[in-house]
């Protein structure tokens, strides 16, 4: 099975503008979760989507959002960028439930940098 | 509040030698523990899991580890050491809720591995 995968890898921005990630999960899996990693606060989860809900959200002001297609594919979009959303964009897949559902698989991330 | 401590920032290990990464967790349930490792610039690889059961469990690349409950710990070990096991690792825990799963990190431990 193809892993988890995300586009783009790498992303320039300015402050103040706007930016879309895009995650694939793994074939069959549903649920959807983002994490940011950053040096100073490591990683930290954004919120977790399944069948198209957002059913968990982490503490992120909401610049920070998302959303699930039909097809389980997610984006997650941060508007009015600040130079501290500099961070790897981590996106992972967990299995249906009952089937090891709480282990998450990460896609390789989006590298943000924000100038 | 849940939370995942790596008291250990930075080892240093000479190849060939014994590995013990210490993972301690605060989590008022039974908890679902996992190991990560993650390469410079790449995304987190899913090392091994413990959900319930046997409390020594193994992983891929020969990695183990054994959830000790009167301790909270997880403690993550190999036998002999290689020089392609230098990484940063990641203990975490799922946080699961009724309304959904959100794993939880400590800020990892970067493995270094002398020649």
């Known amino acids: 099975k193809a892993g988890v995968t995300q586009t783009p890898r790498y992303l320039i921005k300015t402050r103040g503008q706007q930016v879309t990630l895009s995650c694939s999960p793994i074939s069959g899996h549903r649920s959807v979760s983002w994490y940011q990693q950053t040096p100073g606060q490591g990683l930290q989860f954004l919120f977790e989507?399944?069948?198209?809900?957002?059913?968990n959200k982490g503490n992120f002001p909401g610049r920070f959002s998302g959303r699930q297609f039909s097809n389980s594919r997610s984006e997650m979009n941060v508007s009015t960028l600040e130079l501290g959303d500099s961070a790897l964009y981590l996106c992972a897949s967990s299995p249906p439930p009952g089937q090891g559902s709480y282990e998450q698989y990460f896609g390789p991330g989006t590298r943000l940098t924000v100038t | 509040a849940q939370s995942v401590t790596q008291p250990d920032i930075h080892i240093t290990v000479s190849e060939g030698a014994s590995l013990e990464l210490r993972c301690n967790y605060s989590y008022g349930a039974t908890p679902y523990l996992f190991w990560y490792v993650q390469s410079p610039g790449q995304g987190l690889q899913l090392l091994l899991k413990?959900?319930?059961?046997?409390?020594l469990v193994q992983g891929i690349k020969g990695f183990e580890a054994e959830f000790k409950r009167s301790q909270s710990s997880f403690n993550l070990r190999k036998p002999s050491v290689h020089w392609s096991d230098a990484a940063e690792y990641f203990c975490?825990?799922?946080?699961?809720?009724?309304?959904?799963?959100?794993?939880?990190f400590g800020k990892g431990t970067t493995l270094s591995v002398s020649s």
């Open positions: 413990y959900f319930s059961g046997d409390t």
């Open positions: 989507y399944f069948s198209e809900t957002q059913r």
């Open positions: 975490a825990v799922a946080a699961a809720n009724q309304a959904g799963t959100a794993l939880i």
